[in-house]
């Protein structure tokens, strides 16, 4: 396969420990297969129920998927401020260099406000038992 980018051959590098991964060693992109992108995301937070919807915002880009060759699409990942493209055949995901640090690093944010989240509804409903409690009271 060639880099979508630079159309430099890309070569198999083991990402972090936990998946290979199709690296260009020129423009330091990579292409993730359809389900390595929420595995890169479950390093840090693995709920899926929580992360939201993947994909916002579509348009078409003139890159080619590496896969099939099919233009990629860019799209905004999970509302946040972030564009990575997609291949519209499900084949997977372009990350430019530095945005699998920035999607990780948007999902251990997520996590930390979804856990702030839960613990603010645990203390309000103690809150809310407590005051019940006390109404009940003869």
């Not at 997609?86 to 996590?111: K, S, Y």
Request: glycine share 6%; charged share 35%; hydrophobic share 35%.
């Amino acid at each position: 396969m060639d880099c979508p980018k630079c159309a430099a051959a890309l070569t198999k590098k083991y990402y972090k420990g936990m998946m290979e991964v199709d690296y260009c060693p020129t423009c330091r992109g990579m292409w993730l297969d359809f389900n390595e992108l929420d595995r890169l995301e479950d390093v840090v937070f693995d709920e899926d129920q929580y992360k939201g919807s993947l994909v916002h915002r579509e348009t078409d880009v003139a890159w080619p998927c590496p896969a099939c060759g099919a233009h990629l699409r860019e799209f905004q990942y999970r509302l946040y401020d972030l564009k990575l493209e997609l291949c519209p055949q499900n084949h997977g995901f372009w990350l430019d260099a530095g945005e699998d640090e920035r999607v990780m690093e948007i999902m251990r944010t997520h996590h930390a406000r979804i856990d702030r989240k839960k613990d603010a509804e645990s203390e309000w409903k103690q809150v809310l038992k407590g005051l019940h409690s006390f109404f009940q009271k003869p």
